[in-house]
């Protein structure tokens, strides 16, 4: 019986093996294998945090004034607001809508009393301005990336009642760059800007690099440029220079005047952590005269300047709270 039993089941193993055998064969598709399609990112490491919200006070000291009227500028300050929230963020595009807010008083002592009512009025209302810029970040793969950025802003000198449409300047600038691994970006473009308060037309060169843990450059010339000192991940320290500045429709004295406002501020920018997202800014420099003319045509040419002061540099100080995406 049990012979019978042996036989029976090697029969019924042959069997099982022949069939196992002639079973067709499957090549399956290995779904890891499919390429994927990589993209640039918008940093470098250790690069400067991004900002979300930001509320800080500037304080320039006392310079000179003069044009004819003779006049001691105190002090120019005032709060500087930028609330940025993001409309896309996915690795093939980036769109960040950001509002702004900046506004500056110049009290001042007048030496001589020559008729000036700029400067009467620039005393009693100060510039105010206040935008909205949408900025973009298109990677095309894994080297190459777009940057995009447009800002609508209404900068104007007197009543908020009385603002038109010759309060509002319109900037833009488009780059297209080269991600060359995770410590240098760099890219060309072209912009049209307000900085030094005439309305320029300049080329741009991007240029992010990281040497290593401690330090990097971080540019967008000629708009500003800053070597970076990164002490740790929660404490940065920068040196460089800014341009600043744009045009404000004058209201109130002569309605056909513009204050074309333009600064270069060379600084040392102090940045840490305080709690988890929030950082503190500090910043503290010379404010040098870029431009500080009224004219009366929006497109500023030279022939058209009414008032061209002799304006003082000024040491001025900058602090802000800030919200940041690292």
């Known amino acids: 019986m049990k ?49 979300f919200i930001s509320v800080g006070y ?56 020559n008729s000036d009512p700029f400067i009467n ?60 691994g995770e410590n240098l970006m760099w890219g060309l473009g072209v912009s049209r800007t307000y900085r030094m308060g005439r309305v320029l037309h300049l080329p741009v060169l991007l240029y992010n690099r990281t040497f290593n843990s401690q330090w990097g450059i971080e540019a967008l010339l000629p708009a500003r440029a800053h070597v970076r000192r990164n002490f740790n991940a929660k404490n940065i320290l920068l040196a460089g220079y800014e341009l600043e500045g744009n045009q404000h429709a004058i209201y109130g004295t002569n309605n056909n005047w513009y204050l074309q406002r333009g600064e270069i501020k060379t600084r040392l920018i102090y940045e840490r952590s305080l709690y988890k997202f929030w950082w503190v800014s500090i910043q503290v ?27 003082g540099n000024a040491l001025y100080g900058n602090i802000s709270l800030n919200l940041v995406s690292l």
């Open 121 to 180: 009025q620039l005393q009693a209302k100060g510039t105010t301005s206040f935008g909205i810029n949408l900025t973009g970040f298109k990677p095309l793969n894994e080297k190459n990336f777009l940057i995009g950025f447009v800002s609508t802003d209404v900068n104007y000198i007197g009543n908020v009642s009385n603002i038109d449409k010759r309060a509002l300047t319109v900037s833009a600038t488009g780059i297209y760059g080269w991600k060359k």
């Open 285 to 311: 420099g010379l404010r040098a005269n870029g431009r500080f003319t009224v004219v009366n045509t929006y497109d500023g040419k030279e022939a058209n300047e009414v008032i061209k002061p002799t304006l």
């Open 58 to 113: 500037e304080y320039q000291g006392g310079f000179s004034y003069n044009a004819g009227t003779q006049a001691d500028v105190t002090a120019a300050r005032g709060m500087r607001v930028v609330l940025y929230t993001p409309i896309v963020s996915t690795n093939k595009l980036i769109l960040n809508l950001a509002g702004t807010y900046w506004r500056t008083s110049f009290p001042l002592v007048q030496k001589t009393l």
């Open 3 to 51: 012979n019978k039993l042996l036989a029976i089941g090697l029969c019924i193993s042959q069997f099982a093996l022949a069939q196992t055998d002639s079973l067709p064969s499957f090549q399956f598709e290995d779904v890891d294998s499919t390429p994927v399609k990589r993209y640039a990112s918008q940093k470098v490491l250790n690069l400067s945090p991004n900002r």
